[in-house]
C-alpha cells in the first residue's frame, strides 16, 4: 500500500524537484494555476525574483522554505505598521480596538509559520500546512474586524498581500518531498528507486523522464500486487461480512486503479502530457 502511493506521487512531482534553470517561472505558474483567485502569477514571480536565495534555488523544496521565511518577515513588518498607524494620536478609538487585535493576529501568524518553517525542515509536512494555512487567518480576521465596526480598513492592500504570500507555500509544498535528495555530487537521488533491493531500471536511469516511466510501472505493478493480497484476505473465513465487503470494495477500486496508470504512461510514452492530469 505504502509503496503503491510512493510510486504514484513521484508520477506526479517528479519533474518539479530535478534542477532547473526556471524553476521559479514554473513553479509560479504551478502556484498561480492551483488557485487563480489566491495567487496572482506576477505576484508570485515578484516576490521571488527580488530574492537573492530564490535565485540559486533548484528544487520547489527550496522556494517553500523561501515563501515561508519571507512570510515570517512580512508578518514582521505587518506588526511594525500597525505600531506606527496605532502611535497617530488621530486614530479612533475603534479603528485603534482593530489594529491592536490586528497587531495580535499578526504575532500569532509569525509565531504560526516559523513552526511551520520547522515543521516543513523537519519534514512533517502535515504541521506545517496547518501552521501556514492557520497564518493565513491573520489578514481576513483583520480585514473582517474592521468591517464588522464600518470602518474602512488602512491595512487592506497589505493584508491581500500576506494572504497571497503565505498562501504560495501551501501550493507548492510537495507531498513526497521526504522521498528526495540532492546528494553530495548534486546528482538526483530517489531512495525507492536506488537502494540496494530497489529497481534495476531506476538504477541506470540518467535522466528525469527515465524516473516517470519507472514510477508508473512501479504503480501499477504494486495495484497488481495489493489486488492479489486482497484476494488472499478475502479467502479468510473468519472475516466479519462489514470486513468483507470494505476489502471487496478495496479491491474494485485497486482494479480501478491499474488502467487509470497505463492510460497515463501511454500518455507519457507518446509525450501526450494533455492527457496525464
Known sequence: MKNFLISSLVFFHLTL???RSDVIQETCDKAARGDPATIRLDFCLS??????????????????EISIETSI????GMGSLITSLLDKKSIGIFARNCLEDCSELYSLAGSNLRRGGKAFEGKDFGTANIEITAA?????????GFKEKGL???LTKENKNFFQL????????????HLYEDDDD??????GFVEKKGNPKAKSATMVVDLVEVSIEAAIANATSIGSIISKLLENKSLESFESNCLKNCSWLYSLARPCLRGPG????????????
Do not use: H, R, W
Open 17 to 19: 524537484v530535478s534542477v
Open 47 to 64: 516576490a521571488f525574483e527580488g530574492n537573492p536565495k530564490a535565485k540559486s534555488a533548484t528544487i520547489v523544496a527550496d522556494l517553500v
Open 73 to 76: 518577515a512580512n508578518a514582521t
Open 136 to 144: 493565513m487567518d491573520a489578514p481576513v480576521t483583520c480585514e473582517e
Open 152 to 154: 474602512v480598513s488602512p
Open 166 to 177: 503565505t498562501a504560495i507555500p501551501l501550493f507548492l509544498e510537495p507531498p513526497c518531498i
Open 186 to 191: 548534486g546528482d538526483f537521488v530517489y531512495e
Open 266 to 277: 501511454e500518455a507519457f510514452e507518446a509525450k501526450n502530457m494533455q492527457l496525464l492530469v
